[in-house]
């Protein structure tokens, strides 16, 4: 199978609910959102639907030297090479997190770049992280984001990989799993 | 900080036009500093009161008067080009985007290029039509200047702590002084590079960790002084912490939902995580629930 277009009915069950940006977060909400960080629109066409297997937009590997030196197999990050995911109603999406975004740089000098709420227009999603390709064929993926996996159940996170899996990619590493061994 | 004086170009096609003025040819050439402030304090700015504002806040500056900013004002980057050429080399620049006898990309995106390439200036780039000009400045083209330049949408107030000319403000204000009075939401700050921001902008580190209504409150708490004291305040004020395991060098925040399992933990006060390792690592942590040292 080359891949598996949308989300059935057994990733729902444990993906559900879908949340907004911040929902449940401890410390933030909705109106935390900075301006640039609510828009979608100039992004679409290179946002990347998941469902279709293959490599996202501006596609670029760690070496197996930066996953030790940023500890990327156990959650640690590194912009350069970070790609930002989320499970909306429909499928998985990816965006390069260096995708620039000028419109947010005026509320974020040092980060003029797009967040997940750029993936969906700070709309609904089931959860959200990163990951990092690497060169080695493994995909090191966490759940760090304020906005979508913040208060992500285990059960969610379990099924967030799972999917990630049935859309075809190879060798996907919870980088949860690997932190607690 | 420079030791020649910062030169700041404002490039804007809307300066009030004044007749003795005209006659005189000023608008045909780099505009200086006294000529900007008489437009400002004496002529009607329309809906550009906020650009009005900020020429009289540059002005009237005490590094301004001390000679450490150079203030100047073309009405159109064509005739700011002639000037660099001749080695008037800017420092800032603020860009306005719109011009009468243009479209509203590709000139205009050719012009900012062609800054970005004869200098190092930092670009404002300000436009009252911001979101439709966003096709052009996130363009391949731009990108490898992202660090050069930001964009902002003219007498916006909205979502950030401060005002798009009072970020400006305080950015040129910063590249000339270590200290000095900017604006936030109006409201007049003395700012002094301190042992947590480095420069003015880091306030928005503060505005980020704690959230706006609480960075105003505490503002006023310290007289509307920021310097090292006051940003301790601010820090043990908030009386918050993250987990610290040290012998893996893993920051957490406290609801972090693998925390039982990283144990030993300890917690590690605010303003100890920006004093052992930096603001950024604070904000980093409270965004990603988790980091690494």
Redesign the interface.
């Known amino acids: 199978m080359s891949c598996m277009p949308l989300l059935t009915e057994a990733h729902i069950m444990e993906l559900a609910p879908l949340i907004g940006p911040f929902e449940g977060h401890p410390r933030k909400s909705e109106r935390d959102l900075l301006d640039g960080e609510q828009h979608n629109d100039e992004f679409l066409k290179i946002i990347h639907d998941g469902r279709e297997n293959a490599n996202p937009n501006n596609f670029t590997q760690v070496t197996v030297e930066e996953v030790t030196r940023y500890k990327l197999d156990t959650g640690g990050s590194f912009a350069d090479k970070c790609f930002l995911w989320v499970i909306d109603s429909e499928s998985i999406k990816i965006i390069w997190e260096l995708t620039p975004n000028a419109k947010r740089g005026a509320s974020r000098p040092e980060k003029p770049y797009v967040c997940h709420t750029n993936i969906t227009g700070s709309g609904k999603a089931y959860i959200g992280g990163e990951m990092y390709f690497c060169e080695n064929g493994e995909i090191y993926v966490n759940f760090s984001s304020d906005r979508y996996g913040y208060v992500a159940t285990q059960g969610k996170k379990k099924m967030a990989i799972q999917y990630i899996k049935d859309c075809n990619y190879k060798q996907v590493k919870n980088t949860e799993d690997n932190l607690l061994k | 900080m420079k030791s020649s004086p910062v030169n700041v170009f404002l490039l804007d096609d809307e300066f009030p036009i004044i007749e003795d003025f005209r006659k005189n040819g000023i608008y045909n050439g780099a505009i200086n500093s006294e000529n900007l402030y008489h437009l400002a304090i004496n002529s009607e700015w329309n809906h550009l009161l906020d650009l009005q504002q900020l020429i009289k806040d540059v002005v009237t500056s005490q590094a301004c008067k001390e000679g450490l900013i150079n203030l100047v004002g073309f009405t159109s980057p064509l005739l700011a080009f002639p000037e660099i050429e001749k080695g008037l080399q800017p420092d800032v620049v603020i860009y306005d985007w719109e011009y009468f006898n243009s479209g509203l990309g590709p000139d205009s995106k050719n012009w900012l290029l062609e800054i970005l390439n004869k200098t190092n200036a930092f670009v404002f780039?300000y436009s009252k039509r911001?979101?439709e000009i966003?096709?052009f400045?996130?363009s391949k083209e731009?990108?490898v200047f992202?660090p050069r330049?930001?964009?902002?949408?003219k007498s916006?107030k909205?979502?950030?702590l401060f005002t798009?000319e009072e970020?400006i403000l305080q950015y040129i204000l910063g590249c000339a002084s270590n200290s000095g009075k900017i604006k936030l939401q109006g409201i007049e700050v003395e700012f002094t590079a301190n042992d947590y921001l480095a420069k003015a902008?880091d306030i928005?580190y503060l505005d980020?960790i704690f959230?706006r209504n609480y960075i105003l409150e505490e503002i006023k708490k310290v007289d509307f002084s920021i310097n090292t004291a006051s940003v301790e305040k601010i820090f043990n004020d908030s009386n918050e912490f993250l987990l610290f395991n040290e012998a893996k060098g893993i920051l957490i925040t406290t609801?972090y939902?693998?925390k039982d399992?990283?144990s030993p933990l300890t917690e590690i006060k605010f303003i100890d995580v920006v004093k052992k390792f930096s603001i950024?690592k604070l904000e980093?942590t409270?965004?990603?629930?988790?980091?690494?040292i």
Do not use: Y
């Open positions: 780039v911001r979101d966003l096709q400045v996130n731009l990108n992202a330049f930001q964009l902002f949408l916006s909205d979502h950030s798009s970020f902008s928005l980020r959230g609801t939902p693998l399992s990283l950024s980093e409270l965004e990603r629930g988790i980091s690494f």
